[in-house]
């Protein structure tokens, strides 16, 4: 796939997970919204130097990670830790994505529950099993 079509792909992405998880959101009396798409280097930069990341090479840089906010309905309150993550997660995985809640990204130290990025070969394998799927009915 060409940067064009990756980044499509990874739109398309975004737009199931959030036709899955607002409904799951208005069900569980909180709201969600997108935070962060693409980032400048020198925002990484900063947040590397401020401890709020852990790496100079993250997918938002290509513009292929996104960060859900969970909000309180008053909002008053950030949720970091709310149970919409894991649904979010068990999503995002299913289609072929990465999550920052992901036991590899805690073994690691890395949790990022958050965060939900493009993976290219599980993006890939997912496509083909549906592609598979389309042909046999």
């Given at each position: 796939m060409t940067k064009s079509e990756t980044r499509a792909d990874f739109t398309k992405m975004i737009s199931g997970l959030l036709v899955y998880i607002?409904?799951?959101a208005e069900r569980l009396g909180v709201l969600v919204y997108v935070k962060e798409v693409e980032r400048h280097p020198c925002t990484q930069l900063k947040f590397?130097?401020?401890g709020k990341a852990w790496t100079?090479?993250?997918f938002h840089l290509k513009g292929l990670a996104?960060?859900?906010v969970v909000i309180s309905l008053d909002s008053r309150h950030a949720l970091w830790r709310h149970e919409i993550f894991d649904l979010a997660g068990a999503f995002w995985i299913s289609i072929g994505g990465e999550w920052g809640g992901e036991d590899h990204?805690?073994?690691k130290?890395?949790?990022d529950r958050p965060h939900f990025q493009y993976n290219k070969k599980r993006?890939?394998?997912y496509l083909k099993e549906l592609r598979d799927?389309?042909?046999k009915t």
């Open positions: 607002i409904p799951e590397k130097m401020d100079l090479k993250s996104i960060d859900l990204w805690i073994e130290k890395h949790e993006r890939e394998i799927a389309r042909k």
